[in-house]
């Protein structure tokens, strides 16, 4: 089966007390319409990526936009099954920048794919990747800054010690866009005034802009691991085993002799085995034999 993957989100009004009736109302018609994937529900707003058939995914948007308005999909196509099952959470965020205060409205200043291309020649830009280091190492904008966070709500401090003049155009990016609604925010109450953000964050530009400004493959929250520039399933990139970030060495496993994708990091500290249940078995074997 080849599966639809559509990613949305929306910062609006969810009265707290109806959270519990809209995640209620997301399973229903999901299993209805047999969808799959992760939604996240909070009185911000909404964001998620499902999946199913084209079928499915085609009825499935018109509802979701009974419930929330228009809504900005990202399409892409997978041969593989991007999750096991449907799964809506309750949040204080729908995005975790640890900061409830910031309610971002859209009105921030959004660039389209050929006018973030524009700007990235001006000398007087500077381009921050809002993304953690391992997303940012799969892909990433020429001339990008990696700030090297391990979570998003690290990404205000790190600006603090940054340096970089207040009188920059400062240009950010992420995923599908939802990060930087909340960054744009946060670096201007850090004083700056001129913050520009990529519409529809890199899944949006691949899609109208493969093979341009930006570089590798984009990593992606589902089975997938990451998505190529015509936004197919990586062929050379899969989960590592180990702390599920994205890997392409190809090792075997010393337990069962399949092979398997792990990370430059875990290969180094890592039993070589590709799973929880392989290190479990290796280890309690190989310590019967040395008892």
């Not at 010690?161 to 155009?169: E, H, L, V």
Request: net charge neutral; charged share 25%; glycine share 6%.
């Amino acid at each position: 089966m080849e599966y639809l993957v559509t990613t949305f989100y929306k910062f609006t009004h969810l009265a707290e007390k109806d959270l519990p009736t809209i995640k209620h109302t997301l399973e229903t018609r999901a299993r209805q319409l047999d969808i799959i994937g992760l939604t996240l529900i909070a009185s911000e707003g909404i964001n998620a990526t499902v999946a199913g058939s084209r079928e499915a995914i085609a009825a499935y948007k018109p509802f979701l936009e009974e419930q929330f308005g228009e809504l900005q999909f990202k399409d892409s196509p997978s041969n593989k099954q991007p999750f096991r099952r449907f799964k809506v959470k309750i949040k204080e965020e729908i995005v975790q920048l640890q900061r409830t205060d910031i309610q971002p409205t859209g009105n921030e200043p959004h660039l389209s794919p050929a006018k973030w291309d524009a700007m990235l020649e001006d000398e007087d830009s500077v381009v921050i990747d809002v993304r953690n280091w391992y997303e940012t190492k799969l892909g990433t904008f020429k001339k990008a800054i990696d700030p090297k966070t391990w979570k998003f709500s690290q990404f205000p401090q790190w600006l603090k010690k940054s340096n970089i003049p207040k009188d920059k155009n400062v240009m950010i990016f992420c995923t599908g866009g939802i990060r930087c609604e909340k960054a744009a925010l946060a670096i201007k109450e850090q004083g700056y005034d001129n913050v520009y953000q990529l519409d529809g964050g890199i899944l949006n530009y691949i899609e109208k802009r493969p093979n341009k400004n930006f570089e590798g493959e984009c990593f992606v929250f589902d089975h997938r691991t990451s998505v190529t520039q015509d936004l197919t399933p990586s062929q050379k990139i899969s989960r590592c085993p180990h702390c599920g970030n994205g890997g392409e060495l190809r090792l075997v496993c010393i337990n069962c002799h399949v092979e398997y994708a792990c990370c430059e990091d875990c290969q180094a500290v890592k039993t070589q085995v590709c799973s929880k249940n392989c290190a479990y078995i290796y280890t309690r074997d190989h310590a019967a034999i040395n008892s």
